[in-house]
């Protein structure tokens, strides 16, 4: 029970960073829940709790949502997160993770240090970022930073920000659903924690909304790029203890 209690507070709190930092809840709550369960597992339960996250999301900030965004990065990401999740149990996902954690750390700093430069959200600049974030997150669990540094370059107000992730990650997050289940990773075991990440997610969404109505575009894209640095390096040397 002390452990479902542990891994309850934990998923909140990455519910409510990842409501924050605008680019979802997986980015923290795939690190969290591989202390707790088996790496298949995580890919599957991920994908649920995730599912609900977005709506949740969607429901709090659908007013913020760039249609042209939505289709430039979205139909990639949802395209390539099949062929990810397909592949998943065929690559190997240490190198796939240290990759991952190099360019999340690297890139950050980047873009903390040029924090007044954005790149402008051209077809090819959102294509690029939609094909990149579905793989990895077919793949490993979470493409939420590869689609929140894209955004992030963009310079998007909090609201559009937020809403047009969540409604591309909602069509990530069903498709890997659907291939993680033939896969066989969504066991019935494991299905009881649904309802309590149910609930993480729609208060975590809550808390996460009444903090950004106390922060500034500004300070916005300085915690996403913190955030994502921190994840990176969380990452790496999560990867060198094993």
Do not use: Q
């Amino acid at each position: 029970m002390d452990y479902l209690l542990l891994f309850i507070l934990l998923a909140l709190l990455a519910e409510i960073l990842g409501t924050v930092g605008g680019f979802g809840s997986s980015l923290f709550f795939v690190p969290i829940a591989s202390f707790f369960l088996d790496f298949h597992s995580v890919l599957g339960i991920t994908a649920i709790f995730h599912v609900a996250s977005n709506i949740t999301k969607i429901a709090f900030f659908r007013k913020g949502i760039d249609k042209k965004l939505l289709i430039w990065i979205g139909i990639p990401a949802i395209l390539f997160v099949i062929i990810g999740a397909y592949f998943s149990n065929i690559i190997n996902t240490i190198i796939l993770e240290i990759f991952l954690a190099l360019f999340l750390i690297s890139i950050s700093i980047v873009l903390i240090i040029f924090k007044n430069k954005t790149i402008k959200p051209t077809v090819k600049n959102s294509i690029f970022g939609g094909v990149f974030s579905g793989l990895i997150a077919g793949l490993i669990g979470t493409g939420g930073a590869i689609r929140g540094i894209t955004l992030a370059s963009f310079g998007l107000k909090i609201e559009t920000f937020i809403a047009t992730s969540a409604f591309i990650d909602l069509g990530v997050d069903l498709s890997r659903s659907i291939v993680y289940y033939s896969n066989g990773y969504i066991h019935k075991h494991d299905l009881y924690l649904i309802p309590w990440l149910l609930g993480c997610s729609i208060l975590g969404t809550y808390i996460g909304k009444k903090i950004l109505e106390h922060i500034s575009e500004e300070k916005f894209k300085s915690i996403v790029l913190i955030l994502i640095l921190i994840t990176g390096i969380i990452t790496l040397v999560k990867i060198s203890a094993f």
